[in-house]
């Protein structure tokens, strides 16, 4: 059974900070996957990881997957107010894709 | 494209009624599947379907029954609503790739049930 859990779960932080959501899985994942989440809204993904040492950035944004420690990594780089949301992760087994409970991401100006 | 689409937006039951949560998607993905999202639970899945003719079990599928007899539906039938069913619904799809894993999963905008 995969279980996948993000730590923090919330994260208040000031703009222009650094920091870094952690994504843990129990079990070999064939991919990870990173989604946003706006409030009252629907999901969009952000990053597909599909292998050991997969790095991929977007702006502010940079996501990690480790592997052999079933561990991936969404470090943002001086934030800003606009990417406060709630960030997913999400691993996969045959069939079924799961969710991590998520971190809600407060950026303070 | 449409993309994935759900109806209805919101609906209110009382407990004991039943009623069908559509979804469908004009992308041809394999891949369907239904999540639930509580306060503090984060995303949980129901049932998914790997393809037409072919369903199963999520993490949470007790009160829900599926179907997918085309590719472009999955609706979700809750068979007689419970208040502990009161959540948001949200409907995915994607590809299935070679190997059988998934590519990323493209979300509906969700359906709001209360169960009074």
């Known amino acids: 059974e995969l279980k996948v859990e993000q730590n923090p779960l919330f994260l208040s932080m000031q703009e222009g900070k650094n920091y870094t959501i952690y994504c843990n899985y129990s079990?070999?994942?064939?991919?990870l996957y990173w989604y946003r989440q706006d409030p009252g809204k629907s999901l969009e993904s952000l990053f597909v990881?599909?292998?050991?040492?997969a790095v991929k950035q977007e702006g502010r944004l940079m996501a990690s997957l480790d592997t052999k420690a079933r561990l991936s990594t969404l470090h943002i780089t001086a934030a800003v107010h606009d990417l406060s949301a709630t960030y997913f992760c999400?691993?996969?087994?045959?069939?079924?894709?799961?969710f991590g409970k998520g971190t809600r991401l407060h950026i303070l100006p | 494209n449409a993309g994935v689409t759900q109806t209805p937006k919101f609906q209110v039951l009382k407990t004991g009624q039943s009623m069908t949560l559509q979804c469908a998607q004009d992308?041809?993905?394999?891949?369907m599947s239904w999540y639930r999202q509580d306060p503090g639970m984060g995303l949980r899945l129901i049932h998914y379907?790997?393809?037409?003719?072919?369903?199963d079990q999520g993490e949470v599928p007790n009160g829900y029954n599926v179907s997918r007899s085309t590719t472009e539906d999955f609706p979700l039938r809750l068979l007689s609503a419970a208040p502990s069913q009161t959540s948001v619904y949200f409907c995915?799809?994607?590809?299935?790739?070679?190997?059988?894993?998934?590519?990323?999963?493209?979300f509906g905008p969700g359906t709001r049930l209360t169960v009074l």
């Open positions: 079990t070999t994942s064939d991919r």
């Open positions: 992308m041809n993905h394999e891949y």
């Open positions: 379907s790997v393809g037409a003719g072919i369903t």
């Open positions: 995915a799809s994607s590809w299935t790739l070679r190997g059988g894993s998934y590519n990323e999963q493209f």
């Open positions: 999400a691993g996969v087994l045959p069939g079924k894709i799961i």
């Open positions: 990881l599909l292998s050991n040492g």
